[in-house]
C-alpha cells in the first residue's frame, strides 16, 4: 500500500483500499457494473473515482472510503 498525491492538489489516494475492504463490501463492489484498480473505480461511463483520500500529511485514516471524483479533476 502507498499513498499517492493526487497532481495539483493537496489530497492523496491509497492505491490498495480495495483489499483493505471486507469481503462483504468486496463482493458486493464486484457485482456492479464497474472495475476497480489500484484504488481508483471505473464506473460504467467511464467516470474514474478515487476510492479513500486524505489531506497530505493527515494521519492514517479511521475510514476506508471516501472518494474524491478522479474525472473532474483531470478535467479541470
Same mark, same amino acid.
Given at each position: 500500500?502507498?499513498? +499517492? ?15 483493505? #475492504? ?20 471505473? #464506473?460504467?461511463?467511464?467516470?474514474? +473515482? ?13 475510514? #476506508? ?10 478535467? #479541470?
Amino acid at each position: 500500500m502507498a499513498w +499517492i498525491q493526487i497532481t495539483d492538489t493537496n489530497w492523496e489516494y491509497d492505491d490498495d483500499v480495495f483489499s483493505k #475492504l471486507s469481503t462483504v463490501r468486496q463482493d458486493f463492489l464486484n457485482k456492479q457494473n464497474i472495475t476497480i484498480s489500484n484504488g481508483i473505480k471505473t #464506473l460504467s461511463d467511464g467516470t474514474e +473515482i478515487y476510492m479513500r483520500v486524505r489531506q497530505v500529511g493527515d494521519a492514517e485514516p479511521d475510514y #476506508l472510503e471516501s472518494e474524491v471524483n478522479k474525472t473532474y479533476l483531470d478535467n #479541470l
